[in-house]
């Protein structure tokens, strides 16, 4: 059965520092894994997505993450955050075949500090 | 293009009713999925529809279920509602089935008394 892993319930940073969010996942078979975002009373954003090919993924406001097989990990990183990344952050994978459904982790709560 | 839509945003019901979610899909999109969060379990998957039909569904009780029109809206249901189904319900919706970006909706916040 698929798992997903998220170690850190909570990650304080200062703003303008950088930030690695972790991910780890098991799995039998292929996968593809996703990092979301939820804001306050919000719903989900993707921020990036692994499907296939390089393992370096680019996302949205700033964020990339990196694909490691032999690991099993999917971590998020930023170079330097803001105030406003302060939001809880989910990695997510689903299993290669004819479905949507997507196994989350804990979620990460990153909180930037002026 | 206007994103998932899910009515109502809050719902306050009391233990034994029924309750109806709805949830209208991005325009084009005809897979939607439902997921529940809790503090406690987490963000969990529920059922997802494509085409009118339930391609794949989560470790629910029976209390719980969906349907899918042929405009690609779809609604749950969860009867003889219990306090621990007091929960956020998240609808996501995309163009085809895994893999695919799933775009989230905003959410439904039920309360049971």
């Known amino acids: 059965a698929q798992s997903v892993t998220q170690l850190d319930s909570q990650v304080p940073v200062f703003e303008e520092a950088p930030v690695e969010l972790r991910c780890n996942y098991s799995?039998?078979?292929?996968?593809?894994l996703f990092w979301y975002v939820q804001y306050p009373n919000q719903g989900l954003q993707l921020l990036l997505k692994?499907?296939?090919?390089?393992?370096l993924v680019k996302g949205i406001n700033g964020f990339e993450a990196e694909f490691n097989k032999s690991q099993t990990s999917f971590h998020l990183r930023k170079p330097s955050v803001h105030i406003s990344d302060t939001a809880e952050y989910f990695c997510?994978?689903?299993?290669?075949?004819?479905?949507?459904?997507?196994?989350f982790g804990t979620g990460t709560l990153l909180a930037v500090q002026p | 293009k206007a994103g998932v839509t899910q009515t109502p945003r809050y719902l306050i019901k009391t233990r034994g009713q029924q309750v109806t979610l709805s949830c209208s899909p991005i325009?084009?999109?005809?897979?939607v999925s439902w997921y529940q969060q809790t503090p406690g379990q987490g963000l969990q998957f529920l059922f997802e529809y494509f085409s009118e039909t339930q391609r794949n569904k989560g470790n629910f009780p029976g209390r719980f279920s969906g349907r899918q029109f042929s405009n690609s809206r779809s609604e749950m249901n969860v009867s003889t509602l219990e306090l621990g189904d007091s929960a956020l319900y998240l609808c996501?919706?995309?163009?085809?089935?895994?893999?695919?970006?799933?775009?989230f909706g905003p959410g439904t916040r039920l309360t049971v008394l």
């Open positions: 799995s039998s078979v292929s996968v593809y």
């Open positions: 997510a994978v689903s299993e290669s075949g004819a479905t949507n459904k997507l196994i």
């Open positions: 325009s084009g999109h005809r897979s």
């Open positions: 692994y499907l296939s090919g390089s393992t």
């Open positions: 996501a919706s995309s163009l085809r089935t895994n893999p695919d970006t799933q775009y």
